[in-house]
């Protein structure tokens, strides 16, 4: 006898597509009780309503378990084609004057990053 407290987990058994289809035929027959039948296999009633409703959908169907096939691939191997080279590109020189309500003069000569025009003008 276990002592108050403790609790045993039961491991679930897996039962194969074949055993699934067995209980739900014995439990589609005429007069069978579902309640019953679930008790005589270890299972839930809900389990074998469940599967009643898979079965019905032809979703345990022996067809349905097999393995999955693979399809035959072929590889074809394709001659690497290099990109063609990308043109350099030379970087525009010019220059950028802001001036700010006659006060401020900002000149950026050359390269200008639009990144760090926006930093200098948010700060």
């Known amino acids: 006898m276990e002592a108050p407290g403790v609790f045993v987990r039961q491991v679930r058994k897996r039962r194969s ?11 589609l ?16 009633a809900n ?27 072929s590889i074809e191997e394709r001659e690497v084609v290099d990109p063609p080279a990308e043109e350099a590109v030379t970087p525009s020189c010019g220059s950028i004057h802001i001036e700010l309500r006659g006060k401020v003069r900002i000149s950026v000569e050359g390269h200008a990053d639009p990144a760090a025009i926006r930093a200098v003008l948010r700060g």
């Open 29 to 44: 027959e005429p007069g069978a009780s579902v309640a019953r039948v679930a008790r005589a296999h270890g299972l839930n």
């Open 17 to 27: 597509t074949a055993e699934k289809r067995l209980i739900v035929e014995q439990a």
């Open 47 to 73: 389990v074998v309503f469940n599967w009643r409703r898979l079965y019905s959908e032809g979703k345990l169907s022996v067809e349905m378990t097999q393995a999955v096939k693979l399809l035959p691939v």
